[in-house]
């Protein structure tokens, strides 16, 4: 007699696809065979139902003839078997979206040794990331600073290939250089051929008939290395610069990883940096403000005039142009920004009062 695949599931009769996928998912991850507390019986159970349901036919016929269904109609475990094959490096054209199972990867590919082929050969250097202090001038106008670093680098026995001087890099005898093998896999679903990568040679091919004394087939030993940087003219704090190349070795060879220098800028006692620009304040005395004059700004550049036109008021903002950082992707620098402070005395002299009074009676 037939099992009552709805209620397998835990779904209702009208069960949309989305609800049926959503429930086959939900109890096919909680009692797969391989996982702590799965069932295998249940397992199998859960495929049938949900291979039967899926297909519209079969679920036609299932609701038809309810009870009375023969299951051999609705599912085929060997069938079922081969379908699988698709994952974990077995090989099969059937494909999963077709089937309706859409993500089933993450299920099977605990069963499956995994899930996609994992693809072999020598691996890439590791990225190595740094932080370096840097003094303000040296971020607005740019400079070159020394990087000290101790990593992996390319073997200097070997040359990176990984074998002792003076011996052969030969064919990998487990693989015969196709860096694959084939294994036979004994499952709940009966036995499965599945392609991995060949663990003698990591799936290159090859391998050194002797391997390296000096960093035993890596190609890499861990060393020194010292060079100089070039930080560009506006780069701002807490920004990372990456180096291709200059981080640690691959084996054997292969491709370095990337270096990411991040910056760090030491305050400057004389400017502040607000984006590209360059904020200072200036205290005048209460006449150069009242009658105008010139007052001298130390910029980046160095000293410059800015001329105070009469009747300047504190908080007023001077704009020198291109006086400020250098733009680190286009052309020209920021502005230079001077705010203007007036001084007022706080016990101003008989004269200037009496002067401060006739103006008074000028302006009434």
């Known amino acids: 007699m037939s099992k009552d695949y709805y209620d397998i599931l835990g779904v209702s009769k009208g069960a949309s696809e989305a609800e049926l996928k959503a429930a086959y998912r939900k109890l096919a991850h909680k009692y797969h065979p391989d996982k702590q507390g799965g069932d295998e019986q ?38 079922f078997a081969r379908q699988a094959g698709n994952q974990g490096g077995f090989r099969t054209n059937v494909n999963f979206e077709d089937m309706g199972f859409g993500d089933i990867g993450d299920i099977f590919g605990d069963l499956f040794g995994g899930g996609r082929r994992r693809s072999g ?23 070159d600073k020394p990087i000290n670093l101790y990593k992996k680098v390319t073997c200097s026995r070997c040359s990176g290939n990984g074998a002792e001087p003076g011996t052969k890099i030969e064919t990998c005898s487990t693989c015969g250089g196709s860096g694959q093998v084939e294994k036979v896999q004994t499952t709940i679903l009966g036995q499965m ?12 091919g090859k391998r050194p008939s002797e391997l390296c004394k000096q960093c035993g087939g890596q190609g890499s030993a861990k060393d020194h290395d010292s ?127 009496k002067l401060l009074e006739e103006a008074a009676e000028e302006n009434s």
């Open 121 to 143: 050969g020598r691996r890439r250097g590791n990225d190595v990331q740094v932080e370096i202090p840097v003094e303000f001038r040296e971020a607005v106008f740019g400079a």
């Open 193 to 204: 051929r599945a392609v991995g990568v060949c663990s003698n040679c990591q799936g290159e």
């Open 227 to 353: 060079f100089k940087m070039k930080i560009p003219a506006g780069i701002g704090d807490g920004q990372t610069i990456r180096l291709v190349g200059r981080g640690e070795a691959g084996e054997r060879g292969a491709a370095a990883g990337d270096l990411f220098v991040t910056v760090k800028v030491k305050p400057d006692p004389d400017f502040e940096r607000v984006d590209d620009n360059i904020v200072t304040e200036k205290k005048i005395p209460y006449s150069t403000a009242v009658l105008g004059g010139k007052i001298d700004v130390t910029t980046l550049d160095g000293e410059v005039t800015l001329k105070i036109p009469a009747g300047t008021e504190s908080g007023k903002v001077f704009q020198m142009k291109e006086r400020g950082v250098p733009h680190i992707n286009k052309r020209g620098r920021g502005d230079h920004l001077v705010t203007i402070t007036v001084i007022v005395p706080a016990r101003p002299s008989n004269r200037l009062k």
């Open 42 to 79: 249940k397992f199998k159970e859960i495929n049938e139902a949900y291979q039967v349901l899926s297909n519209t036919e079969k679920r036609a016929q299932y609701d038809q003839y309810g009870q009375a269904f023969d299951g051999s109609q609705g599912f085929n475990w060997q069938d």
